[in-house]
């Protein structure tokens, strides 16, 4: 009986292996087919974040702002392609990451159109108004102008079960944000203040990249979400429309026929195991380790 179940276990996994391995063959192209195409599309989906893991398939969850980074500077270096599309559909992400693909683009030499499908909020927004067009449809959600931190605290808990918090620290801020006990007033406000600081970076990218005054920005960046087409009257995005209006804006700018590329990754069986291992275990490991003293912090 013992033998029996280790052959089956065996046979499992071994056909997990062979779905992942012709996952591997059937998934996506590195950048398509580059050949002949002027326009590099550039998809912007899931959360940002530096790095992203891979699904049993092959596809990358949430957007990598190193993946994404080195598309913008491969399509910058090749002379066919004569602008850049953003297919944005984001809830937005972390802050450095954010502001790494933001940085990018407008340093950018080709010119750049964000689409915004059915997300563009926060700092997928923040990304969006980096480039120099902004599309979005009338029922679009962009907008989410704001920062948020947040962790869970069970210190009444640990409490009710009479489980106590020995704390040892060097540097008396050094746990600040454990769940195992309450902040104080004074970690709040340091908390609130670096919250503040990173709205202030957001605010200030906004400005500048859309051309509206810091007054303008601050009265919409309150957290709000808006619709493409309160978005349009509000000066956060240029045109309502869809990927064909960017293409016929694209085509007008550049005097020529568009002919799309899309940017996409095939991940390699070292990746797809990777992130299987990182869906599966490292999550516990993030639990207990990371977001256990780090509170989150998104745009």
Not at 103 to 127: C, H, P
Not at 158 to 168: A, G, I, P, W
Not at 198 to 227: C, M, P, Q, W
Not at 231 to 256: H, P, Q, Y
Request: charged share 25%; aromatic share 10%.
């Amino acid at each position: 009986m013992k033998k029996k179940i280790i052959t089956i276990v065996t046979v499992i996994f071994g056909l997990w292996i062979l779905s992942n391995i012709f996952a591997l063959f059937i998934g996506f192209d590195t950048h398509g087919n580059a050949s002949g195409g002027n326009v590099a599309v550039i998809p912007i989906k899931g959360v940002i974040s530096l790095e992203t893991s891979q699904s049993l398939l092959g596809e990358a969850q949430g957007a990598s702002s190193e993946v994404i980074v080195k598309d913008i500077e491969k399509a910058q270096k090749d002379p066919n392609i004569k602008a850049i599309l953003f297919d944005i559909n984001s809830p937005g992400g972390y802050p450095v990451a954010t502001d790494e693909i933001g940085q990018k683009i407008k340093s950018s030499n080709k010119l750049t159109v964000a689409v915004i499908r059915e997300m563009g909020t926060s700092g997928a927004y923040w990304i969006a108004s980096a480039c120099d067009h902004i599309i979005a449809n009338r029922m679009s959600v962009t907008g989410s102008i704001g920062v948020y931190g947040s962790y869970l605290e069970f210190s009444d808990f640990l409490e009710r079960f009479n489980v106590t918090y020995q704390r040892f620290v060097a540097g008396k801020f050094k746990d600040i944000g454990t769940p195992y006990k309450e902040p104080s007033d004074k970690e709040r406000d340091i908390y609130q203040e670096l919250i503040n600081k990173l709205h202030d970076f957001f605010i200030k990218e906004v400005s500048e990249n859309r051309g509206l005054s810091l007054e303008e920005t601050r009265k919409v960046a309150n957290g709000l979400i808006y619709l493409g087409v309160e978005a349009k009257d509000l000066g956060l995005i240029d045109s309502m429309g869809n990927k064909k209006t960017a293409v016929r804006f694209i085509e007008e700018k550049i005097n020529r026929s568009v002919r799309l590329v899309e940017y996409k990754h095939k991940a390699s069986l070292t990746d797809i195991l990777g992130g299987i291992y990182s869906n599966n275990l490292f999550p516990m490991g993030k639990f207990i380790y990371s977001k256990e003293y780090e509170p989150l912090l998104k745009t």
